[in-house]
């Protein structure tokens, strides 16, 4: 972060639009900007084109005045999350606050155990609900660089340098440890992994030493995750220190 980061967490909002040179509000953002928001003449917000570029804008009577150049975040290291659907709003949750802490990708995991429709029409529906959470978050927490959220794959699609988070298990070790290197991670379904579902030789890391529920685990991953790879400044050390 630089110094024009307090202004940023002062502006009313952040919006994304396509064209970060010419920024035009598409219809839902201008009607939330002074509809909902009820945003006065001149009050700041800021802009996003989701690829890392931002700049101040002041509302107009109509349309927007930008108030700054365009400046860009630098990019942060890709993390993945492979997360198990979940029923309804827990799912919604774990979305948006994976956004948050700055995930850069979220892959449907279709484990054996999954509990909710996940295909045809309502996948695509579940899908759509998810990006809109992620596009309203990313505005929220001032984040420039979208969360992508990719088609669902099975647990054998996943790339062989996914770790897998688990309760128990050969190869199962601390945090401290465990997650240096791990840049992705898949989290599974309430019930747990079934037998088999992974290989042997598959890493694993722990998510701490309670039975969490489905939308903790997810969001506890993508906080190590983003955390181990330096996306809050800093890495973990391996040390448990305090």
């Not at 953002?29 to 802009?47: C, Q, S, T, Y």
């Not at 330096?230 to 448990?240: E, L, M």
Request: hydrophobic share 40%.
């Amino acid at each position: 972060m630089n110094e024009l980061w307090p202004r940023r967490v002062a502006a009313l909002t952040q919006l994304r639009v396509d064209d970060i040179t010419v920024p035009v509000l598409g219809r839902d953002d201008d009607h939330h900007l002074r509809r909902v928001l009820r945003a006065n003449v001149g009050e700041e917000i800021v802009l996003s084109d989701g690829r890392g570029a931002w700049r101040f804008a002041s509302v107009a009577p109509s349309g927007l005045e930008v108030t700054s150049d365009v400046a860009r975040d630098p990019a942060p290291t890709t993390t993945t999350l492979y997360f198990a659907p979940l029923k309804g709003e827990r799912a919604e949750w774990a979305i948006a606050k994976a956004t948050e802490v700055g995930v850069s990708r979220v892959v449907p995991l279709l484990s054996e155990r999954v509990a909710i429709k996940f295909r045809g029409e309502a996948r695509d529906k579940i899908l759509a609900r998810w990006r809109r959470i992620a596009a309203e978050t990313c505005g929220q927490c001032r984040r420039t660089y979208d969360l992508v959220i990719d088609d669902p794959l099975t647990p054998a699609e996943v790339p062989a340098d996914a770790a897998v988070a688990d309760l128990v298990g050969d190869g199962a070790a601390d945090v401290s440890g465990d997650w240096r290197g791990v840049s992705a991670v898949c989290v599974g379904p309430e019930g747990g992994w079934a037998p088999g579902e992974w290989e042997a030789a598959r890493r694993r890391v722990s998510l701490g030493p309670t039975v969490l529920r489905g939308e903790t685990a997810a969001v506890v991953a993508a906080a190590l995750v983003t955390f181990t790879n330096g996306s809050w400044g800093f890495t973990g050390s391996g040390s448990q220190n305090g």
